[in-house]
T-cell receptor, first 114, second 114 residues
Framework: KQEVTQIPAALSVPEGENLVLNCSFT??????LQWFRQDPGKGLTSLLL?????REQTSGRLNASLDKSSGRSTLYIAASQPGDSATYLC?????????????FGKGTRLHILP | DTAVSQTPKYLVTQMGNDKSIKCEQN?????MYWYKQDSKKFLKIMFS???????INETVPNRFSPKSPDKAHLNLHINSLELGDSAVYFC?????????????FGDGTRLSIL
């Protein structure tokens, strides 16, 4: 059974610092891994999607990496800003077939200190 | 020009009632989802429809019945509401099932059972 874990559950970082959020999954047979951002009272916004054949994806100050063999993904945020404060969730898509499923982690609540 | 819209945004009702939540997407996507986010912020998939056909039906009480009149709509009807149904329900859509493409989320419907 696939389980997705995110550690830490909460993180506070001074503005301007670089930071890394961690995501681990138990079953390496994933199709892809996706990072989301959730703001209070809002839905999820997709940040980056990494296919199983890829090692990383970049978008602006964000860089997500994927290591299937170790069951880990990281989201790197450079030069953090107060607007980055949100909950970040990772989600693993299981191997592609008609019964594909997406398993979410519980998220990391990030607070950037001005 | 909202991509995925849910109505209502808030729903407060008494135990035992029947209620519906509507979802519409204007992205031209073939796949739509319903998720439940509990009080601990854990997000779990409930249903997935592809081209109006059910492809994922997680262990959800049969009091929950999704209906997809067309590819752009996926409504969720809940019978005999219980206290444990209180949560935030998110609708999402993607171009293809199984997490192959990024998912786009609505802002959620906050259901409170009195």
């Amino acid at each position: 059974k696939q389980e997705v874990t995110q550690i830490p559950a909460a993180l506070s970082v001074p503005e301007g610092e670089n930071l890394v959020l961690n995501c681990s999954f138990t079953d390496s047979a994933i199709y892809n891994l996706q990072w989301f951002r959730q703001d209070p009272g809002k839905g999820l916004t997709s940040l980056l999607l990494i296919q199983s054949s890829q090692r990383e994806q970049t978008s602006g100050r964000l860089n997500a990496s994927l290591d299937k063999s170790s069951g880990r993904s990281t989201l790197y945020i450079a030069a953090s800003q107060p607007g980055d404060s949100a909950t970040y969730l990772c989600a693993a898509a299981l191997f592609m077939n008609r019964d594909d499923k997406i398993i979410f982690g519980k998220g990391t609540r990030l607070h950037i200190l001005p | 020009d909202t991509a995925v819209s849910q109505t209502p945004k808030y729903l407060v009702t008494q135990m035992g009632n029947d209620k519906s939540i509507k979802c519409e997407q204007n992205l031209g996507h073939d796949t739509m989802y319903w998720y439940k986010q509990d009080s601990k912020k854990f997000l779990k998939i409930m249903f997935s429809y592809n081209n109006k056909e059910l492809i994922i039906n997680e262990t959800v009480p049969n009091r929950f019945s999704p209906k997809s009149p067309d590819k752009a709509h996926l409504n969720l009807h809940i019978n005999s509401l219980e206290l444990g149904d209180s949560a935030v329900y998110f609708c999402a859509s993607s171009q293809a099932p199984g997490g192959e493409k990024p998912q786009h989320f609505g802002d959620g419907t906050r259901l409170s059972i009195l």
